[in-house]
């Protein structure tokens, strides 16, 4: 009797088993990459601009560089969008596509990222950006601390910029689309800097 039981009940356990660890389980939740798009605007100098220009080192803030996109929910907490990320190391996707808008914006093909292997004199761009993800009010915020250097390592201008562009939508793709406005706002007013300090205006 007790053999007949055991074999009535271990089928029974089997299942029961089975349905405890499938409803364990999580089903996986889609992901989404983004990518910054550069300026794609025009250049506006009339005629090229010939002094070489490093950007970098760019610094991030650390609660930014988790891979993830960033919402602030109040000013003492954000939420890190897991199902949301950047499509590849977010400093290294700044410095790229800086490097693009402000060729554009100087009309130059003379930016390059920093440090260059090649020892160029150059006027460096050093950037940190304290802000780059969604604000309390649902606007694209871009902030960053940055100065442009001569080859002697001397100061020539620095300052804070902040942006904040509101979104088509309120989805994650109108959010990135807003930052990468903001970013070539930046671009554009480095690149304003930078012809006001350059010692070759040619």
């Not at 080859?151 to 201008?157: D, G, K, N, P």
Request: charged share 15%; glycine share 4%; aromatic share 10%.
């Amino acid at each position: 009797m007790n053999k007949y039981r055991r074999f009535t009940i271990a089928p029974l356990l089997i299942t029961f088993l089975l349905l405890f660890v499938s409803g364990c389980t999580k089903q996986s939740l889609p992901l989404f990459y983004y990518t910054l798009e550069s300026s794609n605007q025009a250049s506006v100098s009339q005629t090229e601009f010939r002094q070489n220009i490093l950007v970098g080192p760019i610094i991030i803030s650390s609660f930014l560089d988790k891979g993830q996109l960033i919402t602030q929910n109040s000013a003492y907490s954000v939420s890190i969008e897991e199902q949301h990320r950047w499509a590849g190391n977010l400093k290294e996707m700044l410095s790229h596509a800086l490097i693009n808008s402000l060729s554009l914006d100087l009309g130059s093909n003379s930016v390059y990222t920093f440090p260059n292997s090649y020892g160029l004199k150059a006027l460096q761009v050093e950037l940190t950006f304290t802000h780059f993800e969604e604000d309390t009010n649902g606007q694209a915020l871009t902030q960053a601390r940055w100065k442009i250097i001569d080859s002697t390592h001397a100061i020539l201008y620095a300052t804070t910029s902040t942006y904040t562009i509101q979104p088509d939508d309120k989805n994650h793709r109108s959010l990135v689309k807003g930052l990468s406005i903001g970013l070539n706002k930046l671009s554009k007013d480095i690149a304003d800097a930078i012809r006001t300090v350059s010692p070759s205006k040619e």
